[in-house]
T-cell receptor, first 112, second 115 residues
């Protein structure tokens, strides 16, 4: 069945460091891929998405490219800020039956 | 309402009691999901409703868990004879149902604590 495997955390970075959070997926068909973010004390919200191969999703300085050849959707940001401290979830959806599958989440802490 | 609404926001109950958690999705969203988020864990799929179709119950962990969705709108997740391992945040999400992957809108969750 469809699934998402996400880099385990927690991740701690200094401000302005480069961030990569790895995500790979297993799916039949042509799913859409998502990154959701959960800031402390808040609910999950969509950060970015890509609906087909080679699409790049971007938002708030974060980027992720849908790589069908490597079945990956790694999240990157060139210079993290303290306000980026949150839990990041990779997700797959829209394949069969509109079901959504989430990774286990990666906790990011950015220190000044 | 403007977003997905869940109630109560916090629920403390005694082991063995039944609890009901409510989710009011965004108007017009035909897809509704329940997930469970345990401390230090990811999102665990519980159940999925799509319009008038039979729900996908494949994620329910035991027969103590059930859910219904009345009139294609409000959903209630019921946990019977609660156990301590049921303690978690229960999240509801809704979306417009269409192929290609709709965006999920999450509620703030219900924090369930079973003593």
């Amino acid at each position: 069945g469809d699934s998402v495997t996400q880099m385990e955390g927690p991740v701690t970075l200094s401000e302005e460091a480069f961030l990569t959070i790895n995500c790979t997926y297993t799916a039949t068909g042509y799913p859409s891929l998502f990154w959701y973010v959960q800031y402390p004390g808040e609910g999950l919200q969509l950060l970015l998405k890509a609906t087909k191969a080679d699409d790049k999703g971007s938002n708030k300085g974060f980027e992720a490219t849908y790589r069908k050849e490597t079945t990956s959707f790694h999240l990157e940001k060139g210079s993290v800020q303290v306000s980026d401290s949150a839990v990041y979830f990779c997700a797959l959806g829209g394949n069969t039956g509109n079901q959504f599958y989430f990774g286990t989440g990666t906790s990011l802490t950015v220190i000044p | 309402g403007a977003g997905v609404s869940q109630s109560p926001s916090n629920k403390v109950t005694e082991k063995g009691k039944d609890v009901e958690l409510r989710c009011d999705p965004i108007s017009g969203h035909t897809a509704l999901y329940w997930y469970r988020q345990s401390l230090g864990q990811g999102l665990e799929f519980l159940i999925y409703f799509q319009g008038n179709s039979a729900p996908d119950k494949s994620g329910l962990p035991s027969d103590r868990f059930s859910a219904e969705r009345t009139g294609g709108s409000v959903s209630t997740l019921t946990i019977q004879r609660t156990q301590q391992e049921d303690s978690a945040v229960y999240l509801c999400a809704s979306s417009l149902a269409h192929t290609g992957g709709g965006k999920l809108f999450f509620g703030s969750g219900t924090q369930l604590s079973v003593l």
